[in-house]
């Protein structure tokens, strides 16, 4: 049986998604939305943007770890995962507020912005290994080996539930919408907003958005079970899976109606369309709803569409290369 096409499985909660919004910190909640005129007009659609950036780290990560903080007990915690960094910077920043160590394995390639910030926030930031699973594999062993909670994103429902807000924000919107283009990595993100607007929003379009040098889970999708790539390569960090997370496709069980795939010069493009009509600074994977619908503007020609700009950390190089560059 297709672990994707059994929705029960699921093990997401409406009445969790709700709750949340009670327990996560303010400063990652009611985030910008807007349409934008200027890109709607380009495109030949109603493009309204949803702006995960403006917190203390930059991206919709800390909805997901917040949530997921306040389910752990009051007693000193060791919290070790893997990341390419948004997540780390998350999980860094509420384990500080309640006193946890947070110990963050990242890949030696990581982005060196992000490895900086997560030290920033008090993590214990561990380089290893050539690639983001090598990374999570040696996080596993250390905290096996430390009797530590090892968290895994994509994994744990409240992660998802906590990404969920931002749909129920959307919602509160007055415009219906026929599609929301969802950055697809681990599969958080778009688990928790599917989850809300299946049920509250059913007429809407949950489209998952894959980097097409990183198919892992576009091609599980597909293919109804746990699909790995020997190897991937795309310049959204953020969304480079290679071997995805079973228990995050279990989450994603009947949520999604459609996998699409970006090139990386689509990611640069929509990233430098929203810095020049907006001022916003979006990395890769962040930006992979607005490529979507710039790549796939023709079929999503005269829609009412919402995409989140969800992560927004990237280098002085990075900025100068993919923003400033003619």
């Known amino acids: ?107 030696e390639r990581a982005n060196p912005l992000k490895v900086d910030r997560m030290r920033q926030l008090g993590a214990d930031v561990q380089l290893f290994g050539d690639n983001f699973d090598l990374a999570k594999a040696e996080a596993r062993r250390f905290a096996e080996s430390a009797q530590a909670r090892f968290i895994e994103d994509g994994r744990e429902p409240q992660i998802a539930e906590g990404a969920g807000t931002i749909a129920v924000e959307l919602c509160r919107s007055d415009k219906q919408f026929d599609a929301v283009l969802v950055p697809l990595g ?65 989450n994603l069980a009947g949520l999604m109606d459609e996998v699409l795939l970006v090139e990386d010069e689509s990611l640069i493009e929509a990233m430098r369309l929203v810095f020049n009509y907006h001022g916003l600074v979006i990395e890769p994977a962040g930006a992979a709803g607005l490529a979507a619908a710039i790549a796939y503007k023709e079929e999503f020609h005269g829609a009412r569409i919402a995409t989140p700009l969800c992560g927004g950390n990237i280098t002085d190089d990075q900025m100068r290369s993919w923003l400033l560059s003619c």
């Open 1 to 107: 049986m297709s672990i994707i096409a059994e929705n029960s499985n699921s093990h997401l909660s409406l009445e969790e998604i709700e709750r949340s919004l009670q327990v996560i910190d303010p400063v990652f909640l009611n985030t910008p939305q807007f349409q934008s005129d200027s890109l709607s007009r380009r495109l030949g659609l109603e493009l309204f943007l949803k702006v995960e950036t403006v917190n203390p780290i930059r991206s919709f990560k800390g909805r997901g770890a917040e949530f997921l903080m306040s389910s752990l007990p009051d007693e000193p915690h060791t919290l070790v995962c893997a990341s390419a960094g948004n997540f780390g910077q998350g999980l860094a920043y509420a384990g500080r507020k309640r006193g946890f160590r947070v110990v963050v394995f990242a890949a």
């Open 186 to 250: 681990d599969g958080a993100l778009i688990a928790g907003i599917g989850h809300w607007l299946k049920t509250h929003s059913p007429t809407t379009r949950i489209v998952g958005v894959c980097a097409a040098g990183a198919p892992a889970m576009a091609m599980s999708w597909r293919e109804g079970r746990p699909c790995s790539t020997e190897t991937s390569s795309t310049i959204a960090d953020g969304i480079d899976v290679r071997v995805p997370v079973p228990e995050s496709l279990v």
